[in-house]
């Protein structure tokens, strides 16, 4: 078998086109073991998402990444540096928006800009000169003078994700960024995200929400107890973990479970839940027309396209996770 | 430096905002202190402390007790809340900012603080006459050493607690009788030779002893050099601790 003669130039050098290069990262908290060990690639530009039930080890990796946690052992490249040694000169140059807003209540929007920028070493002129820029970009020129404490969550949102980039940050890590947000509130977040992916700034953010996941990520991890459980991106991982479609049937009974049995055999899987069955299948029409053919009559059918939420609770588990 | 500066600087723009509702008690609480004891029981006092008049007396301990109070009203709830309710402190932990940086910041404006109410005391104190020597504004770097001296090991211990209720713990069993038992209101020869350690171990009485010594314009002497030490040493030890508890906190 001849070697690949196409390889690509990078493979020699792994590190140089990942901006975050993680090798058996592993982050233990006394006998807690909150990262057991994962492998992650971030490439320049794109928008990278770690997806998992709460207590998987997201946050845990999210601020080793920031380099406000050194790991325990494993490899970890941020930039090309190390974050044990060069913690200051990585956080130059990234940008972070933590899962609780973390401003300060008792200065204005704009002061929150301009002194989170003088911690960069920008000037004065240069931090309000950028200041007035990102409250723009993040819809609060009109808020610039207000106190922060009694903006809204979007709003106050919004501001930490224009403070993180107040230093034009290479990446950007976002821990849950629309946690708490009401749907247009989040749908902005989205909007303005969007926009920076699209200014070529690498987005890292943390979700367990998975239309998000859907909407940013060029490529997620998937994590569960502290290891990544699946990679890919989102299209990807539907068609390994999931079919293309799933259709949902709620029968009038106690026991959905008496209906398993009557349903065998369509689809690749079925899942009985408490209050329904899934059906994973390829042709939703046609499923449907097959339990109609065996006599059965849902109070309700749906057929849908098979999401990253039938994924994620494929491999992590129904199990409420608290 | 210039990023522990860009630390300090936040903590001055946040003084812009909310200085109003501190600069009355800075100007109020003197002009009480010296009205209630000086004049008020100063009148009970007769013939003084040692030849010299009660109000005259105690206006440099009140200088330095001055100190102390800003250094634990800057020390306790706003770094607890830094670190518990606001969460400024990891914002600034995830700026390229180091430990150091970040409590060297906070620690200068306290400082800050600390010098600004000594003075404030001191402008109000030589409105009543009371100074005697123009040695008198050396208080204000005494009045930083004990500010330091206290708010250090302040910081740290409220860096350390997981409810803000261990602050008023501090307040009633350190604050409180470090005030009472350190030469402020009378001389600590008065004590018993118990309560006379609380003086001597804690920071306040060797600030009060400098404080007095330069506006009554006496020499402390060799004596002058022990109480530097002694609170030079508060000084790094608790800095120490401080940096000690907020890599704890803030490196996870």
Known sequence: ?322 | MTAMLSVLEFHLVNYRRTWRSSALTTLVMPLLVMLGFGVGVGAYVEGGVGGVPYLDWIVPGLIASTALQAAVGEATWPVFSYFEWLKVYFAQAAAPLRVADILGGHLAFMLFRIVLSAAVFLAVAAAFGTLHSWWAPLTLVVALLVGLAVAAPTVAYAASVSSDSYLIILMRFAVLPMSLFSGVFFPIGSLPELLRWVAYVFPLWHGVELSRDAILGTSPGLLGLVHVACLLAWCAAGCLLAHVRFRRRLVI
């Open chain 1, 1 to 322: 078998m001849e070697p690949h003669p196409t390889a690509p130039p990078a493979a020699q050098n792994p590190t140089e086109d990942f901006l975050i290069h993680a090798r058996g990262l592993v982050k233990r908290f006394g006998d807690f073991t909150a990262v057991d060990g994962i492998d992650v690639d971030v490439r320049r530009g794109e928008a990278f998402g770690f997806l998992g039930p709460n207590g998987a080890g997201k946050s845990s990796t999210m601020r080793m990444i920031g380099c406000v946690s050194p790991p325990t052992s494993g490899v970890l490249e941020i930039l090309g540096l190390d974050p044990r040694r060069d913690g200051p000169r990585i956080r130059a140059r990234l940008g972070v928006c933590p899962q609780l807003d973390n401003l300060d209540i008792e200065l204005t929007a704009r002061e929150n800009l301009t002194t989170y920028a003088r911690f960069f070493g920008i000037g004065r002129r240069e931090a309000r000169r950028r200041a007035d820029e990102l409250l723009e970009f993040v819809q609060l020129a009109e808020r610039a003078d207000s106190k922060v404490e009694p903006l809204s969550g979007g709003m106050k949102r919004r501001l930490t994700i224009a403070r993180a980039m107040v230093n034009q940050p290479e990446v950007v890590l976002l821990d849950e960024p629309t946690t708490g947000l009401d749907p247009q509130a989040r749908h902005l977040v989205w909007e303005r995200l969007f926009r920076l992916k699209q200014q070529g700034v690498t987005l890292v953010l943390t979700t367990h929400y998975m239309d998000e996941a859907e909407q940013l990520c060029d490529r997620l991890v998937v994590m569960d107890g502290g290891r990544i459980v699946a990679e890919g991106s989102p299209r990807e991982l539907i068609e390994r973990y999931s079919t293309r479609e799933v259709v949902e049937l709620r029968f009038n009974a106690d026991d959905q479970r008496a209906y398993a049995e009557k349903l065998d055999g369509i689809g690749e899987r079925l899942e009985v839940l408490p209050d329904r069955v899934l059906l994973y299948v390829d042709d939703g029409d046609e499923a449907t027309a097959e339990v109609h053919r065996r006599s059965l009559s849902p109070a309700s059918v749906l057929a849908r396209r098979s999401s990253l939420e039938d994924v994620f609770l494929h491999l992590t588990g129904r199990t409420l996770v608290d």
